[in-house]
């Protein structure tokens, strides 16, 4: 998969790897570069199948294998639950609330509604599709961190009810 200047290539095997990075390599003819710098390999894991084919830190034609790998703007880890793209959300979520925060309570209640739709649903809705194996748990907490994020946006009480929370979102 590309966009723009960002790929991702996905492979079953070691030996496959090894041919796509050959491959990506031998397109530096066409001015296609291979950035080792800004590129890693993950190995994605499920919880049926714990064995690992590359330790962490370990290379593979001089790109590392890692944890997590950030890909247009959504973080991914390897293990495909989302952890590390709701961490990474909430603190950029924090910064832009304090960023907006003197404009936040000067504006009407919809324009605030319709900036947390933009900026900050967005930005959770784009790691669910990536979330494979979430426990109820996992995704309750996520909920908690949307409503708080939500209550912050429009200024409502920490306290207000569920149903008006669904409400207003809808």
Not at 11 to 38: G, H, M, T
Not at 152 to 168: A, H, N, V, W, Y
Request: proline share 4%; net charge positive.
């Amino acid at each position: 998969m590309a966009f723009a200047d960002d790929n991702l290539l996905i492979c079953d095997s070691p030996s496959q790897l090894e041919l796509a990075i050959e491959l990506v390599k031998v397109c530096e003819d066409s001015n296609i570069r291979l950035n080792p710098q800004k590129s890693g390999i993950m190995e994605m894991i499920s919880s049926k199948r714990r064995k690992v084919n590359l330790q962490i830190g370990s290379c593979c034609n001089g790109i590392p294998a890692i944890e997590s790998y950030r890909y247009l703007g959504l973080v991914l880890d390897n293990k495909l639950k989302g952890d590390s793209h709701v961490k990474k959300t909430k603190a950029k979520l924090s910064f832009l609330a304090s960023r907006l925060a003197p404009i936040l309570g000067k504006v009407s209640i919809d324009y605030r509604i319709n900036l947390w739709k933009v900026l900050v649903k967005s930005l959770f809705k784009r790691g669910l599709g990536v979330m494979y194996d979430n426990t109820k748990l996992r995704i309750k907490s996520l909920e908690r961190v949307l409503k708080k994020f939500f209550k912050m946006f429009t200024g409502l009480s920490p306290r207000t009810p569920d149903c008006i929370l669904s409400e207003l979102i809808s």
